[in-house]
């Protein structure tokens, strides 16, 4: 409605110059001129001082009879000058009956005034009618000249109650329609943005759940071939026309100089495979590997993947960091936290062996029917051993990651005699290392009950949380998206 206004300013004041540009020119009397010009500034400045109101839009927001009111004061006060206007040049000039402004007041109500309402539009010309209708007919009734009777007769009158009803019948229509068209282009805006804000959280959720299967840098580039495929569908063909496979295509293979490998494997698991229920050994599995996962995102470990009991992840995969090993150990030790945990919860014989070792790794994505993410090489394979030959309750580290941390800070034992015997580690002389904890006990066992307090949630519970706490954002952040949409919706007007 402010965007019709800003229209309406300059046609109205364009109108009134028009009708001066006229007057001077074709009427030789300056009397005729001044009176002109009187009553056409009076109504051009009380329109343009009521109407200016409606521009403060958070006052009017408040206010919305506001609208109304200065719409009918504006007309009110274009109707009343253009009468006097005629009157005095009926009564001065000899004029015959001819008023102006009484088809313009109709445009004014029905295409620019801020009226919400069809049907308030809709009295408000139909009064505007009656009002000029009834100023002709009074002089009709009251005046005993014969020209009058003759040039404006009740023949004139009838024709203009036929011209107003059409009119008001055009506007009504064109109000209708032109009502009909905002809301259905809101609603199409609407529901734009509401599918295109679906897909941002499809393409969010998409992004999420690749990033807990494959690292950031490797899930990217995948992403990046499938779109480039579906675009162009066309290079497939020329691929398989040049001999290259698709396993070639997504494959991404990267370096890692720099890493810790852990490798985690449940003591006693084969046992809780021919003494628990299925059902019962799948919600151990899901409340122990939920508690580890929760655990590697703390320390900023990327998990690899668990296989039966066996879990195995990596720090400083993601993005380089100096305190891989140290973040590795921390995790392993958090790890053997929760499995007591679970063992004195759930009533179960189960404990951890865990092998850490630090080196470098080739990790990359394989597979054609089905992409797998995984790691190699001969530092995996160390890390995999020291798991099977460490201790349970205990992190099995070699001297590489040993010279990565600050000893000090760990009670540590020499390492297991099947290490020393075992011929994978025995082609990669090292010393191995037993750790237990820290040695700051309360400090550790705060920060590992900090971890614990997120992992001994109900996993079902967190994530309708979750997701509640997620759909009052969406709520609130979608209202001010529309907002915003809204304010840049081209209505038309003038800045």
């Not at 009740?154 to 209708?176: E, K, P």
């Not at 040695?439 to 705060?446: I, L, M, W, Y």
């Not at 609130?476 to 007007?493: A, H, Q, T, W, Y």
Request: with cysteine; net charge negative.
């Amino acid at each position: 409605m402010i965007s019709y206004l800003t229209v309406f300013y300059p046609l109205f004041l364009l109108v009134m110059l028009c009708l001066q540009l006229v007057t001077w020119t074709c009427v030789e009397n300056p009397e005729i001129n001044k009176m002109n010009l009187l009553f056409d500034g009076l109504s051009l400045i009380l329109v343009a001082s009521l109407m200016s109101v409606n521009f403060f839009e958070s006052f009017v927001l408040r206010h919305p009879w506001v609208m109304v009111l200065t719409s009918v004061l504006s007309v009110l006060a274009v109707v009343f000058c253009d009468l006097m206007q005629n009157t005095y040049h009926y009564y001065i000039s000899h004029w015959p009956l001819n008023t102006t402004f009484d088809v313009f007041v109709l445009c004014m109500i029905y295409m620019f005034l801020p009226i919400p309402s069809i049907r308030g539009a809709a009295l408000l010309a139909t009064s505007v009618s009656l009002i000029y209708v009834a100023y002709f007919m009074h002089f009709l009734a009251f005046t005993r000249q014969r020209t009058l009777r003759r040039v404006h007769g009740i023949d004139v009158v009838s024709v203009d109650v036929f011209q107003y009803l059409g009119f008001n019948m055009m506007g009504i229509f064109f109000r209708i329609m032109n009502d009909t068209m905002v809301r259905a282009s809101f609603l199409d805006r609407h529901q734009f943005m509401k599918e295109e804000r679906w897909l941002r959280h499809a393409l969010g959720q998409e992004s999420m759940l690749l990033d807990s299967v494959l690292p950031p840098q490797i899930a990217k580039p995948i992403q990046s071939s499938i779109k480039h495929r579906i675009m162009q569908p066309e290079n497939e063909f020329e691929r398989k026309s040049l001999g290259v496979s698709s396993t070639e295509y997504f494959m991404a293979i990267q370096i890692h100089p720099d890493v810790s490998i852990l490798y985690a494997d449940v003591v006693n698991y084969t046992h809780l495979t021919t003494t628990l229920a299925v059902d019962k050994l799948v919600k151990v599995l899901h409340d122990l590997y939920g508690r580890f996962d929760m655990a590697a995102s703390h320390f900023k470990v990327q998990r690899i993947k668990f296989l039966g009991d066996c879990y195995y992840c990596v720090a400083g995969l993601v993005e380089a960091d100096p305190d891989h090993a140290t973040k590795a150990v921390s995790l392993g030790i958090s790890m053997i936290a929760n499995i007591q945990e679970v063992r004195i919860e759930r009533a179960l014989e189960i404990d951890m062996r865990i092998g850490v070792h630090s080196g470098s790794l080739f990790a990359g994505v394989i597979g054609e029917a089905k992409l797998q993410f995984d790691i190699w090489g001969a530092d995996v394979d160390i890390a995999n051993r020291l798991e099977a030959t460490g201790k349970p309750g205990y992190v099995h580290v070699s001297g590489r990651t040993l010279s990565n941390l600050n000893a000090d800070e760990y009670i540590i034992f020499p390492g297991t005699e099947k290490a020393q015997r075992d011929s994978m580690l025995q082609k990669h002389p090292m010393g191995t290392y037993l750790i237990r904890g820290h040695v700051q006990r309360e400090s550790v066992r705060s920060t590992l009950h900090g971890v614990q307090s997120h992992v001994n949630l109900d996993f079902m519970t967190l994530q309708t949380s979750r997701s509640t706490r997620g759909e009052t954002a969406n709520i609130d952040s979608m209202s001010d998206e529309l907002r915003e949409e809204f304010n840049k919706m081209p209505v038309g007007g003038f800045q």
